[in-house]
């Protein structure tokens, strides 16, 4: 048997030469930069630490893009929105220990929203590693044990000629649907440690493809094609896999209306006939999944907000198309497609007979009807006013990012995020001050869209230092912070449960003056004049501030 090798990579003369010779002084942190060029990489996000030195030298020598944030965690939500922007993978460069641990929490929520983040981490001498106790600064008695429950793998590396590919696997890792979070570690005397290696080239780190079986899609198509009232719920995974197009086609193949969760935001156009839009937390929605005789579940496990705090109850057949098996079934029987959300829809496209439901819209518009009449009475005016005049200032295109507050609540139901992949929130980890360091990666993404982060006062505080970034690297973002004098919805929660609040009410600076100290423009507004002032910032150049002193309440809940 003979081989055919004519099709193996060919070098230059040049190249060869580099391979033979390769220029004197390189170390680990050569190897680790190289690699993440030859994969594609063209920025890298961090925070400098000791023992990570020499793979931060590494970057000031090359041509990748660095963006230092101040905190850890802060430079992990920045990677995290680039990933989420950009498809790609979002390199995170984190010293060890302490500088590591840091940047958990946002870790936990590339991971729940599915962005790809590739950590590179440093770790102690490879003489401590293992378990002793050695006494070095940052020691850990096992880092990895730390992140295993977070990340989609982790990667150690014990000797230069392990960079490369333990790389190019955390690459691959962090790419194969679901996409998520991944972890290299590289001890501080490797990535210091002179190398004679050739220079990295020819890197290869193709994602593997998921698709659904062909059994599961010609039985969950016959189900839809044959259905009286099917409907359809698209999670995050439709914007994660850019599946929004042939969603929509489904849908009006089927005449099947359309919920999104509040991961899946954007996913199908607001204003579609078929849209029920995002109303997941009220109980006519429920009652309506609850009477489809088929429902189809896209890339969304059903979890606590996407089930109506688990007071969904089914009564038909349910489909789900899950990219994460440990998902598939997990809060409901259902016929369980382990597959990318994109690959499945776009079968299933082509195997749907097309059903006629004339009915269907005016049933859409029946429910939220509905969900209108219920909110209109309760007072709540001043909400309603607040969002649609950040709707009315942001620009269709312009990506939006949202902490964990009221504001953000009202608009994981209620706003019309417009396109596909613009409107991101923290609800995945529920973690705080998520919104602005994350529209710091949104604007290194993609610096010719203004960008909009929303947090409440108590969240703000989390991302103060990150003005300081903003201002440094002249980004187009500007941050809305509503100032209620604390934790507004923890507040609320307080009071119905107990009575009383503990903990809740918070002294905070002039956020105005604060700004204005970093150098960043800021105003202070009010609902009236909130459109205006956010119009105004969003369209001038660099970062700006607008400060909103308002006291937001939530709509009932139904679930109770």
């Known amino acids: 048997m003979s081989h055919d090798h004519d099709d193996r990579p060919r070098l230059t003369a040049a190249q060869a030469a580099a391979v033979l010779d390769p220029p004197p002084g390189r170390n680990g942190g050569d190897l680790v930069v190289e690699s993440l060029q030859g994969l594609g990489a063209t920025t890298v996000f961090g925070l400098p630490g000791q023992h990570a030195l020499g793979v931060f030298d590494a970057v000031r020598r090359s041509?990748?893009?660095?963006?230092?944030?101040?905190?850890?965690?802060?430079?992990?939500?920045?990677?995290?929105?680039?990933?989420?922007?950009?498809?790609?993978?979002?390199?995170?460069?984190?010293?060890?220990?302490?500088?590591?641990?840091?940047?958990?929490?946002?870790?936990?929520?590339?991971?729940?929203?599915?962005?790809?983040?590739?950590?590179?981490?440093?770790?102690?001498?490879?003489?401590?590693?293992?378990?002793?106790?050695?006494?070095?600064?940052?020691?850990?008695?096992?880092?990895?044990?730390?992140?295993r429950d977070i990340v989609k793998s982790v990667h150690t590396v014990r000797?230069?000629?392990?960079?490369?590919?333990?790389?190019?696997?955390?690459?691959?890792?962090?790419?194969?649907?679901?996409?998520?979070?991944?972890?290299?570690?590289?001890?501080?005397?490797?990535?210091?440690?002179?190398?004679?290696?050739?220079?990295?080239?020819?890197?290869?780190?193709?994602?593997?493809?998921?698709h659904p079986r062909p059994e599961l899609t010609i039985a969950a198509a016959h189900l839809l094609s044959h259905a009286e009232r099917p409907v359809i719920i698209?999670?995050?995974?439709?914007?994660?896999?850019?599946?929004?197009?042939?969603?929509?086609?489904?849908?009006?193949?089927?005449?099947?209306?359309?919920?999104?969760?509040?991961?899946?935001?954007?996913?199908?156009?607001?204003?579609?006939?078929?849209?029920?839009?995002?109303?997941?937390?009220?109980?006519?929605?429920?009652?309506?999944?609850?009477?489809?005789?088929?429902?189809?579940?896209?890339?969304?496990?059903?979890?606590?907000?996407?089930?109506?705090?688990?007071?969904?109850?089914?009564?038909?057949?349910?489909?789900?198309?899950?990219?994460?098996?440990?998902?598939?079934?997990?809060?409901?029987?259902?016929?369980?497609?382990?597959s990318d959300a994109r690959e499945a829809l776009a079968d299933l496209l082509d195997a749907v007979e097309r059903r006629e439901d004339p009915e269907a819209p005016e049933r859409v518009r029946t429910v939220l009807e509905k969900v209108r009449g219920r909110i209109d009475a309760q007072g709540l005016a001043l909400e309603q006013q607040v969002l649609a005049a950040v709707r009315e200032a942001l620009p269709d295109a312009a990506p939006s990012f949202w902490d964990m507050t009221i504001l953000a609540y009202w608009a994981w139901s209620a706003f019309d995020a417009r396109r596909p992949n613009t409107m991101h929130s923290a609800q995945g980890a529920g973690g705080l001050g998520y919104a602005f360091p994350a529209a710091v990666g949104a604007a290194v993404a993609d610096p010719t869209q203004p960008v909009l982060a929303v947090s409440g006062d108590g969240g703000a505080m989390y991302s103060l230092a990150e003005l300081a970034t903003a201002r440094q690297y002249d980004l187009p973002l500007t941050w809305l912070i509503v100032d209620d004098g604390g934790y507004g919805i923890l507040r609320e929660y307080m009071t119905d449960a107990f009575g009383e609040t503990t903990g809740t009410e918070l002294s905070r600076p002039d956020f105005v003056a604060l700004a204005a100290s970093f150098g960043v423009p800021a105003v202070r507004t009010t609902p009236e004049s909130l459109a205006t002032d956010l119009r105004e910032a969003l369209a001038a150049p660099g970062p700006s501030v607008v400060v909103l002193p308002a006291l937001l309440r939530m709509f009932e809940p139904t679930h109770l």
């Open 159 to 210: 000797t230069a000629s392990q960079i490369p590919s333990a790389i190019a696997a955390a690459w691959e890792s962090a790419l194969t649907a679901p996409p998520g979070p991944v972890w290299v570690e590289i001890p501080q005397d490797v990535l210091l440690a002179e190398t004679v290696l050739p220079v990295v080239s020819a890197m290869d780190a193709t994602p593997r493809e998921l």
């Open 63 to 147: 041509s990748l893009r660095y963006v230092g944030l101040r905190v850890e965690n802060n430079a992990g939500f920045a990677a995290d929105a680039y990933g989420r922007i950009t498809g790609e993978v979002a390199p995170l460069l984190l010293s060890t220990g302490p500088g590591a641990l840091t940047s958990l929490a946002a870790l936990q929520e590339a991971a729940a929203a599915s962005a790809p983040v590739l950590a590179i981490t440093s770790q102690i001498p490879v003489a401590g590693l293992g378990g002793g106790r050695h006494g070095y600064l940052h020691e850990l008695r096992d880092q990895q044990a730390s992140v």
């Open 234 to 338: 698209a999670g995050g995974g439709v914007v994660r896999s850019d599946a929004s197009g042939k969603l929509r086609a489904l849908a009006e193949k089927l005449d099947a209306p359309v919920v999104t969760t509040f991961g899946g935001k954007g996913a199908f156009p607001w204003e579609h006939p078929l849209s029920l839009r995002s109303w997941l937390e009220d109980r006519h929605t429920t009652a309506f999944l609850e009477d489809a005789d088929v429902l189809l579940v896209v890339g969304s496990g059903l979890g606590e907000l996407s089930s109506n705090y688990h007071t969904f109850r089914p009564r038909g057949r349910v489909i789900q198309i899950e990219a994460d098996a440990g998902k598939l079934e997990s809060n409901h029987p259902a016929l369980g497609i382990h």
